[in-house]
C-alpha cells in the first residue's frame, strides 16, 4: 500500500500567457527578445515537475524526469515555425522491470496527463497483442476498475489503430478493439483553471497511482513469454 505525501504545486498563469503569445509570434526574432521571459518560465516549469517527481517516487520507482526542447525539429516537417507551443515532460520507470512513463503536456486549452506505451516497437507490439489474443481477462480488469473508470475511462486512447485486425489476427475476435491498437495509453485533460490550482500536483499524483496497475501489468507482460517464463535475465 502507498501512501503519497501530497505535495502543492501548480502551473503559473504566466506560462501559459508566454505560451499563448509564443503561439502569436512563432518566429527566432519575438523569442530572443523573450529569451530571459522564457528561461524564468522554464525554470519554475522545471520546480513543477520536480515537485511531482518527489511525490511520484512515493508511489514507483522512477529512473529520470525528462523535459523536452521547446525546439522543434523542422528537418522533415511542413510546418517550419521554431518552437513548440506546449510544454512537455515524462518520467521513465526504473529498470528493465518496469516497463512505460508517465506525461505531463501543458498548453493553453489543451492541458493533459498520460502513461502507457506510446508507439512500442514491432517486438512489444506483437508481444502485446497476443497477450490480448490469449486472455483479455486482466486487462479488462484493470480498465473496468471504478476509479480507473472515472479518471481514463476504459478504452485506449485511439492515436492509432489498424482498421481491420492485424497480421494473423482474426477481425471476429472478442478482444479485436484491444488487439487493433498500435499504441496502449490513456490521457486525462485539464482546464486552464484546474491546472492553476494550488492542489493541481495532488490530482495528477492521485491519478498517475491509479496508473500504476495498468503499467506494472504491461510491465509483466513484456517481460514475460506467453508461458510466463521471465526474459530478464537472471
Same mark, same amino acid.
Given at each position: 500500500m502507498f501512501i503519497i505525501t501530497f505535495i502543492m504545486a501548480k502551473i503559473e =498563469?504566466? =506560462?501559459? *500567457? #508566454?505560451?499563448? !503569445?509564443?503561439?502569436?509570434?512563432?518566429?527566432? !526574432?519575438?523569442?530572443? /527578445? +523573450?529569451?530571459?521571459?522564457y528561461k524564468q518560465e522554464q525554470a519554475i516549469f522545471n520546480e513543477f515537475g520536480n515537485t511531482v517527481l518527489e511525490g511520484l517516487q512515493q508511489i514507483d520507482k522512477i /529512473?529520470?524526469?525528462k523535459i523536452y526542447r521547446i525546439y522543434r525539429d523542422v528537418r522533415f516537417s511542413k510546418d517550419k515555425t521554431p518552437y513548440k507551443t506546449n510544454r512537455t515532460l515524462n518520467y521513465i520507470r526504473e529498470g /528493465?522491470? &518496469?516497463? @512505460?512513463?508517465?506525461?505531463?503536456?501543458?498548453?493553453? @486549452? *489543451?492541458? #493533459?496527463?498520460a502513461g502507457g506505451f506510446f508507439d512500442p516497437n514491432p517486438t512489444d507490439l506483437m508481444r502485446i497483442r497476443k497477450e490480448f489474443e490469449m486472455d483479455d481477462t486482466e486487462i479488462r480488469d484493470i480498465m473496468n476498475e471504478k476509479n480507473f473508470v472515472k479518471i481514463f475511462g476504459n478504452k485506449f486512447e485511439p492515436y492509432s489503430q489498424v482498421k481491420t485486425a492485424p497480421r494473423g489476427f482474426s477481425k471476429e475476435h472478442p478482444a479485436i478493439e484491444l488487439i487493433k491498437n498500435k499504441t496502449f495509453f490513456f490521457q486525462q485533460k485539464f482546464t486552464d483553471? !484546474?491546472? +492553476?490550482?494550488? *492542489? #493541481?500536483?495532488n490530482q495528477v &499524483?492521485?491519478?498517475?497511482?491509479? &496508473?500504476?496497475? #495498468? =503499467?506494472?501489468?504491461?510491465?509483466?507482460? &513484456?517481460?514475460?513469454d506467453l508461458n510466463g517464463v521471465s526474459l530478464l535475465e537472471e
Open positions: =498563469l504566466s =506560462l501559459l *500567457n #508566454f505560451l499563448s !503569445e509564443l503561439k502569436n509570434n512563432n518566429n527566432r !526574432e519575438w523569442f530572443d /527578445e +523573450q529569451k530571459t521571459r /529512473e529520470k524526469m /528493465e522491470a &518496469l516497463r @512505460g512513463g508517465y506525461y505531463i503536456h501543458i498548453a493553453p @486549452g *489543451n492541458s #493533459f496527463i483553471k !484546474e491546472i +492553476q490550482k494550488d *492542489n #493541481f500536483s &499524483l492521485k491519478s498517475y497511482k491509479v &496508473l500504476r496497475p #495498468f =503499467l506494472d501489468y504491461m510491465s509483466d507482460v &513484456l517481460t514475460t
